[in-house]
């Protein structure tokens, strides 16, 4: 069982850029094909949570989906994340949120690559990328 992090949503606006705060804390969504680096990172490593460091997927499950956001095909850890009902917006998704701080990551779908047929559709903004040789 993954040890939840608590702060008031005051102290997560001091750690975190305001454009983090936003997608993380404020549920919003960055803009596809915006992703800079992380969308193009062929590198081998894992993806960490922006907010609170826990690892979240690694490089191996990333794959190209076209959508203009990092995807991948399955958590590292499944208990690492939380999927939440998201009926926002006037549609059915599934919110997925980090584990440990709650922080909003991005969505996943049921059209992804086999074997999972999972795409997990993540803000850039809230993933720290961290190679191979930096673990």
Same mark, same amino acid.
Request: proline letters at 5%.
């Given at each position: 069982?993954?040890?939840?992090?608590?702060k008031?949503e005051?102290?997560w606006q001091?750690?975190l850029?305001p454009e983090?705060f936003?997608?993380?804390?404020q549920k919003?969504?960055?803009?596809?094909f915006?992703?800079?680096?992380s969308?193009?990172?062929k590198e081998g490593?894992i993806?960490?949570?922006?907010a609170c460091d826990l690892?979240?997927?690694?490089?191996?499950t990333?794959f190209?989906?076209g959508?203009g956001w990092p995807s991948?095909?399955?958590?590292?850890n499944?208990?690492?994340?939380e999927?939440?009902s998201?009926n926002?917006? =006037?549609m059915?998704? &599934?919110?997925v949120?980090c584990a440990r701080?709650?922080?909003? *990551?991005?969505?996943?779908? !049921?059209? =992804?690559?086999?074997? &999972?047929?999972?795409?997990?559709?993540?803000?850039?903004?809230? *993933?720290k990328?961290k190679p !191979?040789?930096?673990r």
């Amino acid at each position: 069982m993954i040890t939840k992090i608590l702060k008031t949503e005051e102290e997560w606006q001091k750690i975190l850029t305001p454009e983090q705060f936003k997608v993380m804390r404020q549920k919003d969504t960055e803009a596809p094909f915006t992703c800079g680096a992380s969308l193009a990172q062929k590198e081998g490593g894992i993806y960490h949570c922006a907010a609170c460091d826990l690892a979240l997927f690694d490089a191996r499950t990333k794959f190209e989906s076209g959508t203009g956001w990092p995807s991948y095909f399955q958590p590292i850890n499944a208990e690492n994340i939380e999927e939440r009902s998201d009926n926002s917006l =006037g549609m059915d998704r &599934t919110e997925v949120v980090c584990a440990r701080c709650e922080s909003h *990551l991005g969505h996943v779908f !049921d059209d =992804g690559p086999p074997s &999972t047929h999972k795409r997990y559709c993540i803000n850039s903004i809230a *993933l720290k990328f961290k190679p !191979d040789n930096s673990r």
